[in-house]
């Protein structure tokens, strides 16, 4: 049975409602609503709708919301735009869930099925007959940036990994990697352990399973809180007086964010691992200026676009990963100033809604052409997908540079 209405599923964002005064600032500054008329705003949908509504959405436009969270961050009032708009469609999709949507929001799935044949299925993913195919029958546009397997995941790396036997000198964290840093980008992970040794931590990496964010996001809320609750039962098995590192992005908001906002898991649980979960770059920029590492880098002559990802936004952590990347001689960082990529987790992979993410990251593309077409760094996973695919550039995680500078190979 479907759980959550807009009504129930979170109490929090429903009450804030009555404080938004149509100031439409959020439309203003929706990416979306900017390149489409398809989508009749955050506002009308969000906060104005909500009044009217008794478990299902008075406008069917919000389909095309993304989900970016963009509006909730700027408005004056506090009023949970994105929350409200992600429970109402939810409930607007429940009795006609496309079974793409319930596809591509399995990556651990996608990627344990990629891994025994990886060559092969990264052949498959990158041939215009597969990719026609997929788009006619599982609706899954046919240019949409798609995974690459690595053939070894993190966790296979690690199996065999040494890490130093007891504590370093800087103290023990554990290593949160999520499930598209465990099968696609496993050398983010791998490069993020290695610095965090090389700075003196004693890393440990306990068994993960997925957080369910791209469930979430797609309305599947009954199985993505049973796969969050199993995460946090994962995470508990470690020390649980140590802070949790992690480079993947989107994970961290589920953790702290859109678990309890938007799903109304209310578990002290989760909030006790939302609490001591930490970005790496924000981690690693509070050990620094607490004066607690020695940051002892190489010079690095190297300009590149940083595009700061709407997850990281949405936790209010500012900009770590520029100022952790600017303590390294000779980076040059330049923010994107873009809103948003367009990807917003699986939104942009789907057929009638590819053109308009492409449209919605054209002002980033355009950018990282600009300023260094060969290299770009943002902290999800999923936009650097995006990223790469509209730009052809080298996209990376900013623990990249800092792990180039540290002279590790």
Known sequence: MFEPTSHEANLLARASV??????????????????????????????????????????HTLDYCSSCGTCTLVCPQGVKIAELNSVARAAMKRDHMPPRDR?????????????????LANAALRAAPVRVLAEKIAGIHRDAAMPVSSGQPFHAWWAKHQPAPTAGPAGTVIFFHGCAGDYFEVATSIQAVEVLERLG???????????????????????????????????????????????????????KHEAREIMGVEDESLQAI???????????????EAGQLNFGVKRLDVTVTYHAPCQLKGQ?????????LRLIPGVTVVESGATCCGIAGTYGFKKEKYEIAKAVGQPLFDKVKEVNPKLALCDTETCRWQIRQHTGAQVEHPIYLLHKALGLS
């Open 18 to 59: 009555d404080q938004c005064v149509k100031c439409t600032i959020c439309e203003t500054q929706c990416p979306v609503m900017a390149v489409t008329p398809l989508f009749a705003g955050p506002k009308f949908v969000g906060p104005q709708a909500e009044r009217f509504r008794h478990g299902e959405s008075v406008d």
């Open 103 to 119: 596809l591509i929001s399995r990556t651990t799935l996608m990627g344990q099925a990629m891994r025994p044949i990886a060559p």
């Open 201 to 255: 931590f004693n890393v440990l990496v306990p068994k993960q399973g997925c957080c369910g964010m791209a469930l979430q996001s797609n309305g599947l809320y009954d199985t993505a809180r049973a796969w969050v609750r199993r995460l946090v039962a994962d995470l508990e098995k470690a020390p649980q007086d140590l802070v949790i590192v992690s480079t993947a992005g989107s994970c961290q908001g589920m953790l």
């Open 274 to 288: 939302g609490t001591r979960t930490r970005d790496i770059c924000e981690f690693l920029l509070e050990k620094i």
């Open 316 to 324: 209010g952590m500012g900009q770590p990963a520029v100022e952790l």
